[in-house]
T-cell receptor
Framework: ETGVTQTPRHLVMGMTNKKSLKCEQH?????MYWYKQSAKKPLELMFV???????ENNSVPSRFSPECPNSSHLFLHLHTLQPEDSALYLC???????????????FGPGTRLTVL | TQLLEQSPQFLSIQEGENLTVYCNSS?????LQWYRQEPGEGPVLLVT?????EVKKLKRLTFQFGDARKDSSLHITAAQTGDTGLYLC????????????FGTGTRLQVTL
């Protein structure tokens, strides 16, 4: 148990569906992240939020829309996805710009997404 | 674009053997982390190395940060089946809540 939870753990959706992934951290961290993990590819950073403000969008298509209502919660809204978007989506949190952190990240278990 | 290349990509060994995983880059990092990921789970932080030349030990695992802070290695002594997983190195070039650069990963399988 890392203190970061993600729901759902598994999701199957059609290309016309709209769904959302949820992440919650219980560590008092100020930074939260979305990553995509596909087979045969390194872990890809998608978005970074620091103190609820988006500080990084790694050229992610607009069919992925993040939302960070507070430092403990992070959402990833999905719509009109493509089959190649099927992957494990990981959420992580870290201390943030505290000055003393080495940006050590704590990951949730991920959501396994399949797009049909 | 910073890249972290890990080698080998795949490693299948028997219990009791020793192994070393390498993480190499042409970029300098302020710190480097190692994570292990088991099937169906997210990566779990094993260690952070900060100083060039630093060596850290975690039971049977020994981590080393290169003198120039561009590379790192993970050595496992007397591997056990519980060591099976995907090992990821990740470099932090800024030291702030910014992005980590993750390595390409080494998938380790330890069998009886």
């Amino acid at each position: 148990e890392t203190g970061v939870t993600q729901t759902p753990r598994h999701l199957v959706m059609g290309m016309t569906n709209k769904k959302s992934l949820k992440c919650e951290q219980h560590l008092g961290h100020n930074a939260m992240y979305w990553y995509k993990q596909s087979a045969k590819k390194p872990l890809e950073l998608m978005f970074v939020y620091n103190f609820k403000e988006q500080t990084e969008n790694n050229s992610v298509p607009s069919r992925f829309s993040p939302e960070c209502p507070n430092s403990s919660h992070l959402f990833l809204h999905l719509h009109t996805l493509q089959p190649e978007d099927s992957a494990l989506y990981l959420c992580a949190s870290s201390q943030g710009n505290s000055g003393s952190s080495y940006n050590e990240q704590f990951f949730g278990p991920g959501t396994r997404l399949t797009v049909l | 674009t910073q890249l972290l290349e890990q080698s080998p990509q795949f490693l299948s060994i028997q219990e009791g053997e020793n192994l070393t995983v390498y993480c190499n880059s042409s970029s300098v990092f302020s710190s480097l982390q190692w994570y292990r990921q088991e099937p169906g789970e997210g990566p779990v932080l094993l260690v952070t190395v900060v100083t060039g030349g630093e060596v850290k030990k975690l039971k049977r695992l020994t981590f080393q940060f290169g003198d120039a802070r561009k590379d790192s290695s993970l050595h496992i002594t007397a591997a056990q089946t519980g060591d099976t997983g995907l090992y990821l190195c990740a470099g932090d070039s800024t030291g702030t809540a910014s992005k980590l650069t993750f390595g390409t990963g080494t998938r380790l399988q330890v069998t009886l």
